[in-house]
């Protein structure tokens, strides 16, 4: 009994909340969906991921010269069907990098 | 034509629009910068693709003074070339971030641009005559047989086809570990600074193979960091000074006069917070993705997610003016923190005489906030309204309930449709808007 009273006054005041401020019941919103947010320590998880942004290692020499060793008599890896699927133990080949096509085109503001 | 009274007498009329009509847009086409010249008379765009396209404004037609100057193509050339650091296994975008011009000093004009790591000065110069008549060459550049040769002749310079060249002057490399938000000239015309996430430094435009550091925020334990660097300027008429904005709402202004390396800011900036307001989306709608100094100098603008805020540089506690951009998207923060629009980085400029400022927003809306007569309107740059001085009519969001005609629902906005750049004619009332991949140029009515 005393248990339903109780969850009405949270309910009351969750309702007052999102008549007070609409951000907070966007946080709520948000913290239902992943209620893991935010509660990783160690310094804020946006910064280093906008520190990080484009820091993608797509071919380490060292990995890949490793693999090559191992594998004296066997084929090397080919490369994956799809070529954005570098995970796992696929060691990536230069075959494998996304080509990233130079702009010789020119802009489409210039005409 | 005058710098452009109140933002709201003016009505705004379209003059142009450059760029592909598809809507299927290549990634190369995004515009990333849009930036006029000091005399207004060139104004260039920066885009992903590493690219840099400059219009130059027409002389009027004296004889049609309704036919308003417009602004057609100068010069284009590609700046920066995608690059992969081996070393670090990094790929470099080759996407110029920022375009800044120097003030003209001769015939030539001098540019800025940058992507992640490297600044380059670009030289502009005009050809409009060749030397002809060499003795030792003919006129394609073949060499002549010397047997042939019986008389000497003068070679002279005789008019051609203008011819616009582009040159890299400068290379400024390896000054960034991190990514490069901003470049800003100095009034003293011989040095810039450049500023990354953590770092900002200060460079000689003769200099490219060293520069100083002035503030450096990189913290010794990296899971200590709680805020980036993310705009930084220098004052308008004091070289010894600059300001930079951080993720978390605040502006530090630095004399460079006081100390060789800024850490210690002379001033800081930063609206206090009603901690009850406080939410998890807080300190990310604070973060502040641009900041200006007015033309005169003695005021700063701020951009965060929702609102623009003037500063006066004598008062650091708060800011003189806060306009709203776009309100009704508070109660849409979490859908737009799970789309990542929440981190959108949207660009705000002064008008020429510092009395209207402008700033962008979703669904193609740009915002003219007006300072003087505390006015503010809603346009929009859409090929709808394309037609040649076509006035552009207000636009209205309906934040909730009854929707009025002609107001458009919160929902019904497109948030893939960003002005995230606009610049404004130093002198005149010409804006450029720059969508995803078109660059509209509006321009004052005239009657």
Known sequence: MSGEVQASTEEQQEMQDTVVSPEKAEEVKLKARYPHLGTRPGGSDLLRKRLQKGQQKYFDSGDYNMAKAKMKNKQLPTAAAEKTEITGDHIPTPQDLPQRKQSLVASKLAF | ?447
Not at chain 2, 160 to 183: C, K, Q
Not at chain 2, 215 to 221: E, L
């Open chain 2, 1 to 447: 034509m005058s710098a452009g009274g109140g933002g709201n007498d003016v009505q705004w009329c379209f003059s142009q629009v450059k760029g592909a009509i598809d809507d299927d847009v290549a990634e190369a086409d995004i515009i990333s910068t849009v930036e006029f010249n000091h005399s207004g008379e060139l104004l260039a765009t920066g885009d992903k693709g590493g690219r840099v396209v400059i219009f130059q404004q027409e002389t009027e037609n004296k004889s049609q003074p309704q036919c308003r100057s417009e602004y057609n193509v100068y010069s284009t050339f590609q700046s920066h070339e995608p690059e992969f650091d081996y070393l670090k296994s990094l790929e470099i975008e080759e996407k110029i971030n920022k375009i800044r011009w120097l003030p003209q000093k001769n015939a030539a004009q001098f540019l800025l641009s940058t992507n992640d790591k490297t600044i380059k000065l670009w030289k502009i110069s005009e050809r409009d005559k060749r030397p002809e008549g060499y003795n030792l060459k003919e006129e394609d550049g073949r060499y002549r047989d010397a047997a042939t040769i019986t008389t000497l002749r003068v070679p002279v310079f005789r008019p051609m086809d203008l011819m616009v060249e582009a040159s890299p002057r400068r290379v400024f490399v390896n000054g960034h570990t991190y990514h490069i938000n901003s470049i800003s000239v100095n009034s003293d015309n011989e040095t810039y600074l450049s500023a990354d996430d953590l770092r900002i430094n200060l460079w000689h435009l003769e200099i490219t193979d060293r520069s100083f550091n002035v503030v450096d925020i990189k913290p010794a334990n990296m899971e200590e960091l709680t805020e980036v660097i993310t705009a930084a300027e220098f004052h308008p008429h004091q070289c010894n000074t600059f300001v930079y904005s951080s993720s978390k709402g605040t502006i530090r202004l630095c004399d460079m006069r006081a100390s060789a390396l800024c850490d210690k800011h002379s001033k800081l900036f930063e609206e206090p917070e009603d901690p009850s307001n406080r939410s998890f989306f807080s300190e990310i709608i604070s973060s502040i993705s641009d900041v200006k100094f007015s033309h005169n100098g003695r005021y700063m603008m701020t951009r965060d997610y929702l609102s623009v805020k003037i500063w006066d540089l004598n008062m650091e506690n708060r800011p003189v003016e806060t306009y709203q951009v776009h309100e009704y998207l508070r109660s849409k923060l979490c859908s737009l923190y799970e789309n990542d629009c929440i981190f959108d980085k949207f660009e705000c400029c002064w008008n020429g005489n510092d009395s209207v400022v402008m700033t962008g927003s979703y669904n193609n809306f740009f915002r003219m906030l007006d300072r003087s007569q505390r006015r503010d309107v809603t346009l929009e740059a859409s090929r709808e309204s394309c037609k040649a001085r076509q006035v552009l009519k207000p636009r209205r969001v309906c934040a909730g309930g009854k929707r009025k005609k002609d107001e458009i629902s919160v929902d019904s906005l497109d948030f893939n449709k960003k002005i995230l750049h606009t610049a404004w004619h130093p002198q005149e009332n010409i804006i450029a808007v720059a969508t995803t991949n078109n660059l509209y140029i509006f321009q004052e009515k005239v009657n």
